[in-house]
């Protein structure tokens, strides 16, 4: 993310800043070790680029940034955990590696750090970025929780999903950006598109990753291709396909076989990942994800910052929702 990578390395300088050497060791290395697997960080880094962008100081973005980015965190601790998932970023999760008890007090632990680095922000914009965190992390936890319970249901929507996925992830990415702009003291119309710019890149890159857990290369991922189909998580590959079945009896042995989790792991993505390809699953899918990258992009000229910066945000949606490709 070559747009990114100023802002990227110089959030890594204060993250490894952080004091996490503390007692009991029991809790903060697992916290440690999940925070140093890796990731993009690229949600930090638009909290700085955008704050940049409207002539704001970078250092009155940190705390923002260090506490979205642990918050992020917590999320994946906690979202591995009612997964059971065992990779995450191609390394063992920190549930699988530490346990159960002490992955869940992990993540409720990173909660509280992000709150705290958060409430180190400049007096001027305490307040309004208080609000959008609480806010944002009230909406991730929803998300997860429909997630959570679509995986019960089998009539699932295209509207029910884009709303999961709208709270589960975009929102964060939204929030992210609208911060940035916000101690960057941007017009308040300029927020308002910025965060509907974060919220159609998000919406990209959720899609992209739910196209990656079927035809993305496990090394590069990161993690077990096919976990989705495991768990009959409903993605949008799942909701289309849905969709595309005409036939009622093939219909039901879709729907039977997706939410069938006694069935052999391997067996099962075979056979879902062969129908989505003989459905053309995989190419509407990217079409989905070409769509909403296109939307944000279609916000961008709206902005009042100069063309220059206008053409360097959208050279970083397409770094952002073209991951891995």
Known sequence: MKTLNIYIN?????????????????????????????????????????????????????????????FHNFTLFHDDIMDKAQLRRGKETVVAKYGLNTALLAGDTLFAIAYSMVNKTNEKHLNRILEEFTNTATKVCEGQQLDMDYETQINVTKNDYEKMIYLKTAVLIASSMKIGAIIGNCPANDENLIYDIGISLGLAFQLQDDYFDCFGNENTFGKKIGGDIVDAKKTFLYVSACESINNETERKYFYDLYNNKNIDNEEKNKKIITIYKNLNIDKKTIKQIDYHIMEAKDVIHQLSIDNNKKDLISQVIDDISNRNK
């Open 10 to 70: 110089y959030f890594k300088k204060h993250l490894n800043e952080l004091d996490l050497n503390r007692e009991p060791k029991t809790l903060y290395d697992p916290i440690k070790y999940g925070l140093g697997v890796g990731g993009k960080r690229f949600r930090p880094a638009l909290i700085l680029l955008l704050c940049d962008f409207y002539g704001g100081n970078l250092d009155d973005a940190i705390p923002a940034a260090l506490g979205i980015e642990l």
